[in-house]
């Protein structure tokens, strides 16, 4: 795991409220997504909401099992076939793109206006296909190139930018290594220029150096193509690398949210001071902490507060699950010692 720097998003607006609904690209409004089970409704996502501002990146962090792939993946309705429930609201640009049909979303959402950098690249990008197909692949579908001429100059464009060289396109996925088809499949969510693109592990399964390679790259399209990221990661110091906004789920609930810098000085609720305190620093020694027990079941989780079985800091109210509480500085947190907090700083 690579060690924090929480200087290294250094040009991260230290606004916090630039991800609040006044600047919003996209908003979340209680999203929910199960799945059905022989023993009962998973509940992958349950009454998830937050905005992102146009050009930030938002960092969505907690452990294996939480449900933040479920989200991505719910964002983009990429939904298998045991889909229990399905329900809340999208908006892209004020427009609630919940409301459109399964054909008129392919045709007009995925792919053209929000994509998916999926986890796995090599699982993503078809073996028997030349990747020049593949990323072009995307503008013939969609028609937003005269032939496959000009789709392939785009292709090829996006390529330079992304540091590959012009005769990996005419490459199979095998042919390459990790690093590089982790970048073909950056090149094929970046080529129709989607208003949001969501990164789904996007460094797993690569070495260091690479992680390193794959995450400057990505800084380098955030920067030259002005796009907006969803990073879904389990790796806080990863994501520190990136973010200007950090949320943080918990058992498929979103527990946090704040601008990255306020994030990583103090977060406020115990389950990220938690995730915090298990990371290494660059610049102190400090001992290393870890979560005690197990997360709960999404088939039956407890009423209340999700992480009370597992926190220091529980009290009676934990019994009753507690608000997203927004303080002054735009940092929002579903604890009730936050909301205790809030009420504390108005008085």
């Known amino acids: 795991m690579m060690a924090v720097n929480a200087n290294s998003n250094a040009n991260a607006k230290t606004n916090a409220g630039a991800g609040t609904d006044a600047y919003a690209i996209f908003r979340l409004e209680n999203l929910q997504l199960y799945f059905n089970t022989r023993i009962g409704p998973v509940q992958a996502v349950d009454g998830v909401s937050f905005s992102l501002a146009s050009g930030r990146t938002l960092a969505l962090v907690g452990e294996s099992g939480c449900g933040k792939s479920s989200l991505g993946r719910a ?3 990429l939904l298998p076939r045991n889909v229990h429930t399905y329900k809340g609201s999208i908006f892209l640009n004020g427009t609630d793109v919940m409301t459109y049909s399964n054909e008129r979303f392919r045709r007009q959402v995925r792919w053209v206006r929000m994509a998916l950098v999926p ?23 969609h028609q937003r190139v005269k032939n496959k001429a000009e789709a392939y100059s785009r ?3 996006i390529f330079k930018v992304l540091g590959l060289p012009q005769d990996f396109l005419n ?18 969510a970046l080529v129709m220029h989607p ?24 800084k380098k399209v955030k920067w030259e193509f002005k796009s907006t990221f969803i990073l879904i990661t389990h790796d806080i110091a990863t994501a520190s690398e990136l973010a200007d906004d950090v949320a943080v789920m918990y058992a498929g609930q979103l527990v946090e949210k704040a601008d990255a810098r306020l994030f990583y000085d ?22 290393l902490e870890f979560i005690p027990g197990q997360p709960p079941s999404l088939i039956n989780p407890p009423k209340g507060c999700r992480f009370a079985d597992r926190c220091e ?21 579903k604890c009730w010692l936050v909301e205790q907090k809030a009420r504390e700083q108005h008085a």
């Open 266 to 287: 103090d977060p406020l609720h115990p389950y990220s001071r938690k995730l915090m305190a298990s990371v290494p620093t660059l610049r102190k020694d400090k001992k």
């Open 119 to 141: 986890q796995a690249a090599m699982n993503a990008l078809n073996p028997v296909v030349k990747v020049e197909d593949q990323v072009a692949e995307p503008l013939l579908v």
């Open 171 to 188: 490459r199979y996925a095998f042919e390459l290594s990790g690093g590089m088809r982790q970048r073909a499949a950056i090149a094929m």
């Open 195 to 218: 208003e949001l693109i969501v990164l789904d592990e996007p460094t797993s399964a690569l070495d260091l150096l690479t992680q390193s390679n794959i995450m400057n790259v990505l």
């Open 155 to 157: 292709a090829y464009e």
């Open 75 to 77: 964002i983009l309705r």
């Open 313 to 333: 800091l529980r009290h009676e109210r934990c019994a009753a699950e507690p608000p997203m509480v927004t303080l002054p500085d735009g940092r929002q947190a």
